[in-house]
Structure formats: C-alpha cells, structure tokens
C-alpha cells in the first residue's frame, strides 16, 4: 500500500460491486423480451436469446463465487485456472446448443491451400474455455496498483461499447441481437465500474480485491463468446497479452517468483519502485539465462551482478508490465503511475480499433469480419 500514514482500508469492495451488478442484471432480465411476452411469441429465436442471457449471468455469477474465494481462502494459482473453466461450462453449453457455430473464415493468403472456411470443431471450444480462463485471470495478473484494475476494465469496456454500436448500426451488421446483448451486460458493468473507480483512484478508500478482477474478465469473455467478437475482444486485451507473456518465465518458476510482484513503496520519495526479485545465478537453468540475457540486451529486464560468499547472484526486477514502465520512467507517485499504464491501455485500444478495420480488409472480405 503505497501511502505514508498506512490507513485501514475495506477490501474486497468487488464483491459489493458484483452483487449490485447482478441484482440489476435479474431485474433487467424481462425487459428484452416485452413484446416477446405481449404477443405470445414462440420463435426459437427468443428462446435462444433467453437462454444465452441467463447462461451469460450464471457463468459470471460462478466466477463472483470464485472471486470471493480468492479474497477468503487465498487459492493457489492452479486452482484459479481450473474454476474459471467450470463456471465457463453453462456458456459453452448453451453456445453449443443454440449457435453451435464452429468455422472460421481463412485469411485471403491461405485460401488458395484451405479454402474459404475450416470447421475446427471440438478445438473451437477449447479455445473458447481457454479465452475464459486467460480473460478471468488476466486483469487479476496487471494489478496491484490504485485504480488500475477498475480504470483498465472501464477502457476496455467503453472500447467494446463502441465497437458494438459500430457494428449494430454498420451496413452489413447480421449479428444484431448478439450485439445487443452483448450492449446490455456492458453498459450497467460501465456504471458500476465508474462508481468503483471513484473510491479506489489514489488515495483509494477501498480496494477491489480478487473477486473484481475476475468478474470483470470473465464478464469480457461472455460478451465476447455470445458476441461473437473473440479476435476483436483480444486485441482490446494487448497489454494483458503482453504483460502475461512478459511474465510467463516467473510464472512457470524458470525464474525466482515471490508471492508478491508490487512495485515497491519509498515512503520518503513518496514514490513507486520497481520491485526485484534476488536469485543465485548457478541455480538457473540454461533456458533461463539466455532468456535473461536476451530481454536485458533489449531493455526488458535489468539485471544486476553481486558476489556474496564467492557465489554469484543476480537481482532483476519482477516480470510484470509495471515493473517494465517503472524501470524506463524512474520512481512515479502511484496515481501518475496508474494514469501511464491507463493511457498504454487506450492507445493499445485504438490500434485494436486500427488492425480490426482498415488492416483487417487486407486480409478478410467486409462480409465476412
């Protein structure tokens, strides 16, 4: 907690956000269907839609309850990918059984070797479950810092906004209702956050805790998954790509990784520091240390030598995105710090915006995006 004083704070506030969240969420369940239900329609398609609501709440509704586990037991990291698969299950379920929908359309390039489209089946939906899994963590990993998850999970949600209403009000939309729903879990998710944001921007009144973290990403998946967007919805997620490929080698232990990966408070700077983590050099493997050397020769690590008792030792700082900011800009107060990687997470939005629509055509006919 990067404050002088160390004043008590509530935490965990995400679960109260949550839990507003879905009060709204079941009271706005009929609304939709009004006409629906005032002229006895009996379409399967307002069945489907029915059913694609309901799952999208169910399947945040789970991960709310792995959120708050996290808060009250402390969960271990395999644990946290194995829950948000299960609370991915209702989603896929009901995706199999309404839209089943498992093609791809084929880059121009390739067409000429695979055709125009490839059903990859049963890998679909991996990939589906593995994109639930990776947006519910990922915004738990780039954390840590006052206003940082709420601020980037309002940039996301306000770029999803306006691609949704892009494509809902385009020439050549033919997933309207999806758009649509994808509208309805985004916008009171926006109010909510905005709330948030105001009592946890620095100097925060309250923390997120966990369960924000992942309701808010597997928030993204759903809308994603339902929305039929899941390309789009990754590249709104570029610097969590990055900074967990960033830090993928404390992640399987190739290199030290303490519990802990925040940037480290100089209260007489009144500034954050990049954390290190401390190792002997003899104890890496050999893919570790030409890993080192090759981010430290292009300024992704910095690394410094110490011999204690003959023995060699090294101090990197830790592998997060930002630890990464933090050694290229020097010591930041918190908030300025937040504002950086907020303004890293709009400006990689807006070339997400940039690779989906005019560079996508080099690559995709209009009708098929």
């Known amino acids: ?11 965990a506030l995400g679960i109260l956000v949550s839990g507003v969240y879905l009060v709204l969420m079941f009271l706005f369940i009929p609304l939709p269907f009004i006409n629906d239900i005032a002229f006895e329609t009996e379409k399967p398609e ?17 991960t709310v309850f792995l959120g708050m586990s996290d808060d009250i037991f402390d969960l271990r990291w395999r644990d946290k990918l194995f829950l948000p698969t299960v609370a991915s299950l209702p ?12 093609v791809i359309v084929v880059p121009l ?37 006052n206003g940082l998850e709420v601020g980037q999970s ?8 306006v691609f949704n209403c892009i494509e809902l009000f385009g020439e050549q939309c033919c997933q309207s209702q999806a758009h649509l729903l994808s509208l309805y879990l985004l916008v009171p998710f926006l109010g909510c956050s905005l709330a948030l944001l105001k009592y946890n921007w620095y100097p925060a ?9 992942y309701f808010a990403g597997m928030l993204f998946a759903v809308v994603g998954i339902l ?33 802990h990966r925040l940037p480290r408070y100089d209260p007489q700077q009144d500034r954050s520091l990049a954390s290190t983590t401390k190792f002997k050099a003899s104890d890496l493997r050999l893919v570790a240390k030409v890993g080192i050397r090759l981010l430290k020769s292009v300024g992704l690590l910095r690394v410094t030598e110490s011999e204690v008792q003959g023995e060699c030792w090294l101090e990197c700082n830790n592998l997060t995105l930002i630890n990464l900011v933090l050694i290229h800009s020097g010591p930041l107060r918190e908030d300025r710090l937040c504002f950086v990687l907020l303004v890293i997470q709009i400006l990689c939005s807006c070339v997400a915006f940039i690779i989906r629509y005019p560079l996508a055509y080099l690559f995709y006919n209009p009708t098929a995006l």
């Open 1 to 11: 907690m990067a404050k002088k004083d160390h004043p008590v704070i509530p935490e």
């Open 46 to 62: 307002v069945f489907k839609r029915f059913i694609s609501q309901l799952a999208a709440l169910l399947s945040v509704c789970c």
């Open 91 to 102: 989603l896929l379920m009901v995706y199999y059984v309404t839209y089943h929908l498992t």
């Open 205 to 213: 009144q309250v923390f997120v805790g966990d369960t924000f973290c």
């Open 227 to 259: 929305g039929h967007f899941s390309k789009t919805l990754l590249l709104m997620f570029l610097p969590q790509i990055v900074n967990f490929a960033y830090s993928l080698p404390q992640l399987f232990r190739l290199v030290p990784c303490p519990r």
């Open 154 to 161: 309002v940039v996301i949600t306000m770029s999803l906004i």
């Open 109 to 145: 390039p390739l067409r000429p070797y695979l055709g125009t489209n490839v059903d990859i089946g049963i890998l679909y939906y991996l990939y589906m479950g593995f994109l639930a899994v990776f947006c519910s963590n990922a915004i738990n990993i780039l954390a840590g810092i």
